[in-house]
């Protein structure tokens, strides 16, 4: 799994040791064992989906949970790779389910 994980991070220009990806107010690199740190925490849930073929990396998505984080809140993250370009969604998870939604959508791009 981890292995997938820093396969999936180097396709988004996030897995290289001196190269941060940052998109909008959120800065992602990987740790060391492989997970994604999103502001410097952990991430605590990550999946992988191809949007086409699969092994497809130009044409993915990776969902991250972050929960809770320091400020006590849940977060959902996908940052998709699609047609030569890299964007991440981020929503704040509220437990009530009649609580409107807070999305925000961010293109990325890579910092040394």
């Given at each position: 799994?981890?292995?997938?994980?820093?396969?999936?991070?180097?396709?988004?220009?996030?897995?290289?040791?001196?190269?941060?990806?940052?998109?909008?107010?959120?800065?992602?690199?990987?740790?060391?064992?492989?997970t994604v740190l999103i502001n410097g925490e952990?991430?605590?849930?990550?999946?992988?989906?191809?949007?086409?073929?699969?092994?497809?990396?130009?044409?993915?998505?990776?969902?991250?949970?972050?929960?809770?984080?320091?400020?006590?809140?849940?977060?959902?993250?996908?940052?998709?790779?699609?047609?030569?370009?890299?964007?991440?969604?981020?929503?704040?998870?509220?437990?009530?389910?009649?609580?409107?939604?807070?999305?925000?959508?961010?293109?990325?791009?890579?910092?040394?």
């Amino acid at each position: 799994m981890k292995l997938l994980i820093f396969i999936v991070l180097l396709f988004l220009g996030v897995a290289k040791a001196e190269a941060t990806t940052v998109c909008g107010n959120f800065t992602l690199r990987i740790a060391p064992d492989g997970t994604v740190l999103i502001n410097g925490e952990r991430a605590t849930s990550q999946k992988v989906q191809f949007i086409g073929k699969k092994g497809n990396w130009d044409e993915s998505i990776f969902r991250i949970g972050l929960m809770p984080a320091s400020d006590g809140n849940n977060y959902g993250f996908e940052v998709i790779s699609h047609n030569g370009k890299v964007r991440l969604n981020a929503e704040l998870i509220f437990a009530d389910m009649d609580a409107p939604r807070i999305i925000g959508s961010f293109p990325c791009h890579r910092v040394k």
